[in-house]
């Protein structure tokens, strides 16, 4: 056998890899996005996928492909997918971009939101595993502001969160 035939093997298996990739990044990225959209309210209407990076509106409704990283590289790869979200916080005035990124790792895909933490979902997700998604994005999303405000207040973002001690604690 041909060396080349080596070659040529671990290219077709990364082909068909990044395919893979590129078709599971849209799918649970799409999902993310609609999920998101009734997340937020059940009338819908306020989250629609842009760019990740760039200049994008919200004019035009969602982006459609064009909201994934693997639009703009012009050769499809295994790594990270990318994608934006734009959420309308009060009509016409304010829209913000979040950024999701999705990490295929194995038999689980890690969903980081912004650069926080992953939510780790299975390859065969359910309906209850994109709402942990959705809380952490409206988590994330919330805090941008309250973070914001608090270091504004306070001088720092140590009041960021509230907490309530349990029923069952002994303190």
């Known amino acids: 056998m041909d060396r080349i035939e080596e070659v040529r093997a671990a290219a077709e298996e990364y082909g068909k890899r990044s395919v893979e990739n590129m078709n599971l990044g849209r799918?649970?990225?799409?999902?993310?996005?609609?999920?998101?959209?009734?997340?937020l309210s059940?009338?819908?209407?306020?989250?629609?996928?842009?760019?990740?990076s760039g200049e994008w509106r919200t004019d035009g409704g969602c982006y459609g492909d064009a909201a994934f990283?693997?639009?703009?590289?012009?050769?499809?790869?295994?790594?990270?997918?990318?994608?934006?979200?734009?959420?309308?916080?009060f009509k016409d005035t304010l829209?913000?971009?979040?950024?999701v990124k999705l990490q295929k790792h194995g038999d689980r895909i890690g969903v980081f939101v912004d650069d926080g933490d992953a939510v780790w979902l299975p390859l065969t997700y359910s309906a209850q595993d994109l709402e942990?998604?959705?809380?952490?994005?409206?988590?994330?999303?919330?805090?941008?502001?309250?973070?914001?405000?608090?270091?504004?207040?306070?001088?720092?973002?140590?009041?960021l969160t509230i907490g309530f001690r349990s029923n069952s604690s002994s303190t």
């Open 95 to 99: 829209w913000v971009r979040m950024i």
């Open 27 to 39: 799918k649970l990225g799409t999902e993310i996005i609609e999920a998101f959209d009734k997340y």
């Open 42 to 52: 059940p009338a819908g209407g306020l989250v629609i996928g842009v760019p990740p």
């Open 69 to 89: 990283s693997y639009f703009y590289e012009g050769v499809l790869s295994v790594r990270n997918t990318t994608f934006g979200i734009a959420i309308t916080v």
């Open 132 to 159: 942990r998604v959705c809380e952490r994005l409206l988590r994330t999303f919330v805090g941008h502001y309250q973070g914001d405000v608090n270091t504004f207040i306070y001088g720092d973002e140590k009041h």
